[in-house]
Antibody
Framework: QVQLQQSDPRLVKPTQTLSLTCVIS??????????WNWIRQSPSRGLEWLGK?????????EYAVFVQSRMTINTDTSKNQLSLQLNSVTPEDTAIYYC???????????WGQGTLVTVSS | DIVMTQSPLSLPVTPGEPASISCRSS????????????LNWYLQKPGQSPQLLIY???TRASGVPDRFSGGGSGTDFTLKISRVEAEDVGVYYC?????????FGQGTKVEIK
């Protein structure tokens, strides 16, 4: 059974860097058949796709335009996990952040439990 | 970006009665294979992550009751519940995964009358 286990809630101050992890069990972060995505949800902006990473003989990453200058997705194959780093956060980055698996023809079939991130001084 | 528009945004339902949610995309979601539509439906229950109900517009995910069905083509898609049960309450989302950035509808809140 595949599971995505995310890190605990975070309280981050404005201008600081947010770091989140997603530990994968039952699948491989370097699988050539899936991509690993970050999605966030807030009352004001709804569900927003942030970016993805995937391995096809080498690593690829792709980011949504509105975060690409501030966001980095990394993987750690030894821990079978992916991570998100978001720089220069503002209160507008307050949201629940999800990691999610995409397989086949765009099937996002598995979500982590989510991490609540609050950006406040 | 592909814009996803759902309607209605709120749907009071009576148990045992049918329900239907519409999702419209700003461009066709037909995959380059000419056969599949890259449209997923999710249900998010309170305090939980979204759970996959329907993928490729009309295929039920594993374990999803057969009272849920998805249909549509091009830019117009529908999720139908043949007979609503109390456990079906929550917010339903459509999502396009044809091209990134993947985008979601605003959500339809289904509640029992």
């Amino acid at each position: 059974q595949v599971q995505l286990q995310q890190s605990d809630p975070r309280l981050v101050k404005p201008t600081q860097t947010l770091s989140l992890t997603c530990v994968i069990s039952g699948d491989s972060v370097s699988s050539s058949y899936v991509s690993w995505n970050w999605i966030r949800q807030s009352p004001s902006r709804g569900l927003e796709w942030l970016g993805k990473t995937f391995y096809r003989s080498k690593w690829y990453t792709e980011y949504a335009v509105f975060v690409q200058s501030r966001m980095t997705i990394n993987t750690d194959t030894s821990k079978n996990q992916l991570s998100l780093q978001l720089n220069s956060v503002t209160p507008e980055d307050t949201a629940i952040y999800y990691c999610a698996r995409l397989r086949g023809l765009g099937i996002v079939d598995l979500w982590g439990q989510g991490t609540l991130v609050t950006v406040s001084s | 970006d592909i814009v996803m528009t759902q309607s209605p945004l709120s749907l009071p339902v009576t148990p045992g009665e049918p329900a239907s949610i519409s999702c419209r995309s700003s461009q066709s979601l037909l995959h380059s294979n000419g056969y599949n539509y890259c449209l997923n439906w999710y249900l998010q229950k309170p305090g939980q992550s979204p759970q996959l109900l329907i993928y490729l517009a009309s295929t039920r995910a594993s374990g999803v009751p057969d009272r849920f069905s998805g249909g549509g083509s091009g830019t117009d898609f529908t999720l139908k519940i043949s007979r609503v049960e109390a456990e079906d309450v929550g917010v339903y989302y459509c999502m396009q995964s044809l091209v990134s950035p993947y985008t979601f509808g605003q959500g339809t809140k289904v509640e029992i009358k």
